[in-house]
């Protein structure tokens, strides 16, 4: 009798030791939604005090990542490294925000279930996925977790119809965003072999097949991160959501879409040929001017903050563009500082956003905030600041990473991206303007707008955030270029 051949198992133990804040996370979301089915009456308070202290335990869990090079895991699937841990943290704290947000607005419009706090652990695993994924299967993965979690928290307040019809929005552009973000993956399989990036980078360049392939992975990515043209989904998704899903969406999910995106692009594109930087650098450029452009027309808060982060998505890219210079990594420093300063501010703006109820349903009119710097001066100091933020004034975290922006534009010798740059950064300041104003007005008829403990809380931390990176922009920018240092191995 032939005996049967080996297989052989690799050890595992040591990678689930790595990814413990993963394990965390997902196991926590299980736990809490089990918890809200048993428990109905006292199910929502222990649900919610469940999710907040796994979101503590997994961000212990992250900061030794921190500390440490790291390296592949799961067989080369995945890769547990510093820049893996400092996105995870930026995620873990954005989706504690969040979570913190969410219990008096939900209960305010009547939409309160264990459920949601459940959906945004599930979420974040999703997007934990993304951060670490080194091949093209497990982000899809990743994408396809984010995209079911972010359907359902978009529809929670089923009462709301502009949230079902952002949902079912959601739901249909989300489907053909990973229909050809998986076709493109069997694009790659078939020209390079494999889904990993480094088989994929070492096929780049070979084929017309390879690059149809990686042309419709990159659109999938674009399509995520809500990049001009493949963004009107955006804005509808962030002013038909509850104001916490609208937050998650336009901070963590955004982070970690780019974050995957980051990894695939320096892993790939610089040896990828072609003029996929060209591509990312003009798709750049219609976002900062198509985002800022819209967001200056807007009277909804909330859709405000959607052509915002349209906007500020173009930012973001402007360094990625740059691995299609084959200048490697060290450019991208100043994507990630975006991303953490763009997050931090945004988190602040949607603490107000989530206290702007009236008769049991979502308000977000920008006409209420006419009286606010008189009625609650503090409130309306720190929006104010995360605005200027968002704006990139002086002594915010805004203004240094526009100019890691703008200085990443000129060393990929793009002068023209460089002016763009320019142009956008000072219709963001335009478009910050119009609440601003506001804050000063005299009150108005409108219901006044009460900001509760856990906004206050937020708010709070997205101004410290917001004046530490912007007074001392130094220390953080050296953890981004030591958490990039070697990414694209």
């Known amino acids: 009798m032939t005996p049967l051949p080996s297989i052989a198992v690799p050890e595992l133990g040591p990678d689930l030791l790595r990814a413990a804040p993963l394990l965390v996370v997902f196991g926590a979301a299980l736990a809490v939604l089990l918890t809200g089915a048993s428990r109905r009456g006292r199910g929502r308070r222990a649900a919610f005090l469940l999710a907040i202290g796994s979101l503590a335990l997994a961000a212990a869990l992250t900061v030794p990542l921190l500390l440490e090079p790291g390296g592949p895991v799961f067989s080369g699937a995945a890769r547990l490294d510093r820049f893996s841990g400092l996105v995870l943290l930026l995620l873990v704290l954005c989706t504690a925000a969040t979570a913190a947000l969410s219990p008096s607005l939900l209960e305010a419009v009547d939409a309160r279930i264990p459920e949601h706090d459940a959906l945004l652990l599930l ?138 995106l980051i990894r695939f692009a320096a892993a790939v594109l610089p040896t990828a040929g072609g003029a996929w930087g060209l591509a990312l650098a003009i798709m750049a450029a219609a976002s900062m001017l198509v985002g800022a452009a819209a967001a200056f027309v807007q009277r909804d808060l909330k859709r405000f903050l959607g052509w915002s982060a349209v906007s500020h998505t173009g930012f973001v890219l402007v360094p990625v563009a740059g691995l299609g210079t084959s200048r490697g990594a060290p450019d991208l420093h100043g994507a990630l500082f975006y991303l953490a300063a763009y997050a931090v501010a945004s988190l602040g703006v949607f603490a107000l956003v989530a206290a702007m109820t009236s008769e049991g349903r979502e308000d977000p009119d920008m006409q209420r905030l006419k009286g606010l710097g008189r009625r609650h001066p503090w409130i309306a100091a720190g929006l104010g600041i995360c605005l200027l933020s968002l704006a990139g004034l002086p002594l915010t975290a805004g203004f240094p990473a526009k100019v890691y922006v703008l200085l990443a534009a000129f060393q990929n010798d793009r002068g023209w991206l460089a002016v763009v740059v320019v142009l956008a950064a000072l219709a963001g300041a335009a478009y ?53 240092a070697g990414l694209g191995r």
């Not at 229909?179 to 017309?208: C, D, I, M, P």
């Not at 000063?440 to 530490?468: D, K, N, Q, S, Y």
Request: proline fraction near 5%; include cysteine; glycine fraction near 12%.
């Open 432 to 484: 910050a303007l119009k609440p601003l104003v506001l804050l000063l007005e005299a009150p108005g008829e409108e219901a006044p707008v009460h900001v509760g403990f856990a906004g206050r809380v937020v708010l709070a931390a997205a101004v410290a955030g917001v004046v530490g990176l912007g007074v001392l922009p130094g220390p953080f920018a050296d953890l981004c270029r030591l958490a990039l």
């Open 123 to 260: 979420s974040l695993t999703g997007m934990s996925l993304l951060v670490v994924a080194h091949d093209l299967l497990l982000a899809f993965v990743g994408l396809e977790i984010v995209t079911v979690a972010a359907w359902a928290l978009t529809g929670l307040n089923r009462s709301e119809a502009a949230g079902v019809e952002a949902a079912v929005r959601t739901f249909v552009l989300a489907a053909f965003s990973s229909a050809l973000l998986l076709y493109g993956v069997a694009f790659v399989y078939g020209a390079a072999g494999g889904t990993g990036y480094a088989e994929v980078a070492s096929a780049a360049g070979e084929g017309r097949i390879l690059q149809v392939g990686l042309a419709m992975v990159l659109v999938g990515f674009c399509f995520k991160v809500g990049a001009v043209p493949f963004h009107p989904w955006v804005p509808d998704v962030v002013q038909g959501a509850p104001a916490p899903a609208s937050a998650l969406f336009a901070t963590a999910v955004k982070v970690a879409a780019f974050a995957a």
